[in-house]
T-cell receptor
Framework: AQTVTQSQPEMSVQEAETVTLSCTYD???????LFWYKQPPSRQMILVIR??????QNATENRFSVNFQKAAKSFSLKISDSQLGDTAMYFC???????????FGKGTHLIIQP | NAGVTQTPKFQVLKTGQSMTLQCAQD?????MSWYRQDPGMGLRLIHY???????DQGEVPNGYNVSRSTTEDFPLRLLSAAPSQTSVYFC??????????????FGPGTRLTVL
């Protein structure tokens, strides 16, 4: 069974600071994708960034980047120059085997303070 | 494209009532799924479908039925609602595995309260 663990239930930083959200996982797959989703108060699930496990290079999307360490099964999200609009729940997710859906962590509530 | 749409946005039921949560997508995605989100639990997979006429159970299927008669629609049925089914429900769809692999697109969610 696949597991995804987010060990930080809540984090709070000042606007413009850099923050890193942690995620560890367990899977028996060799090739897979990893995802970070953002859920603002509107509750819409928004894809932030995606990493392909066979790629050595860490994914980046503007202010968002990941630190992917396959051997350690770690997939952290770094948000640079944080903005008030980054306040949201952040979920790490991993596809299940075969046609299954995503396995999600329990989420990290990120609060950006003005 | 409207993407993934869900109706209703909010619903209150009494214990024992039945209802159907609607989900539709206009992206011609074969794969569709339903999740529930409870406080402190993240999202958990209820049922999924890999194409019209094919459905299967996820992690928490009890109390829910699904069917897939068309590529576009994937309704979720609660036959006899229970307070334990109070949750936010998300429908999602995914393109074919080649290309944008495993990226799921979510609807806006339905907040269901069972009294």
């Amino acid at each position: 069974a696949q597991t995804v663990t987010q060990s930080q239930p809540e984090m709070s930083v000042q606007e413009a600071e850099t923050v890193t959200l942690s995620c560890t996982y367990d899977t028996s797959e060799n090739n897979y994708y990893l995802f970070w989703y953002k859920q603002p108060p509107s509750r819409q699930m928004i894809l932030v960034i995606r990493q392909e496990a066979y790629k050595q290079q860490n994914a980046t999307e503007n202010r968002f980047s990941v630190n992917f360490q396959k051997a350690a099964k770690s997939f952290s999200l770094k948000i640079s120059d944080s903005q008030l609009g980054d306040t949201a729940m952040y979920f790490c997710a991993l596809p299940g085997g075969g046609a299954d859906g995503l396995t999600f962590g329990k989420g990290t509530h990120l609060i950006i303070q003005p | 494209n409207a993407g993934v749409t869900q109706t209703p946005k909010f619903q209150v039921l009494k214990t024992g009532q039945s209802m159907t949560l609607q989900c539709a997508q206009d992206m011609n995605h074969e794969y569709m799924s339903w999740y529930r989100q409870d406080p402190g639990m993240g999202l958990r997979l209820i049922h999924y479908s890999v194409g019209a006429g094919i459905t299967d159970q996820g992690e928490v299927p009890n109390g829910y039925n699904v069917s897939r008669s068309t590529t576009e629609d994937f309704p979720l049925r609660l036959l006899s609602a229970a307070p334990s089914q109070t949750s936010v429900y998300f429908c999602a769809s995914r393109p074919p595995l080649a290309g944008d692999s495993d990226t799921q697109y979510f609807g806006p969610g339905t907040r269901l309260t069972v009294l």
